[in-house]
Structures are given as C-alpha cells and as structure tokens.
Nanobody, 115 residues
Framework: VQLVESGGGLVQAGGSLTLSCAASGNILGPDIMGWYRQQPGKQRDEVATITRGGGVKYADALMGRFTISRDNAKNTVYLRMDSLKPEDTAVYYC??????????WGQGTQVTVSA
C-alpha cells in the first residue's frame, strides 16, 4: 500500500487549505483513514479519522475548523482546513488502516501558517 499526500504549503493566518491522500496498490479499501500532525518539537497527534461508512472523529480543539471526508471509490481522504492559525503549522501525515491487512503512513506534507 502506498499513500501519496498533496495539498500542503504556505498560507496566511485565516486562510484555508485542503490536503489529499490517495491510497494505491492492490488493496481492499481501508477501514479507517485519518490525518495526524506533528508540530515542531512535539509528538504526532491525531487530527481526524473517518471510517469507510463515513463515521468521523476529530481532535476536540480542531472541531469546527477542520473537515475530513473520503471518496471510497478512489481510496482517497481529504482534510479541509479553515481559519488556519500559526499554531496549525506542522507536518501532516495520512494513515490508512485495514484490520489484519495493513496500517500504512504517508510521507508527510508540510503546512506552514504565517502570522
């Protein structure tokens, strides 16, 4: 399983970005796809996850600004980030998990929010 992330970059505070992550390979669709982030000097934390059936979970502090969605036909997960703050600056990682099959991470994409 390979995960390819895209959509990171530099944005001003208050702006928006949408990250994408596509899973490829000879795979059955992931049970869960999610986004995690690692801020400078901190551990990697969960941002949001979404099940194949559309069940979502968000980090409490990010609910309302970030929206996760997925396209099962494309094995792709998205993260829409609005009202971005400088503290959202981090490397964002995608993850795809399928029970008893795979648990794969993407290479990460940098998001930098300037004040």
């Amino acid at each position: 399983v390979q995960l390819v992330e895209s959509g990171g970059g530099l944005v001003q505070a208050g702006g928006s970005l949408t990250l994408s992550c596509a899973a490829s390979g000879n795979i059955l669709g992931p049970d869960i796809m999610g986004w995690y982030r690692q801020q400078p000097g901190k551990q990697r934390d969960e941002v949001a996850t979404i099940t194949r059936g559309g069940g979502v979970k968000y980090a409490d502090a990010l609910m309302g600004r970030f929206t996760i969605s997925r396209d099962n036909a494309k094995n792709t997960v998205y993260l829409r980030m609005d009202s971005l703050k400088p503290e959202d600056t981090a490397v964002y990682y995608c993850r795809a998990y399928k029970h008893l099959d795979y648990n794969t991470w993407g290479q990460g994409t940098q998001v930098t929010v300037s004040a």
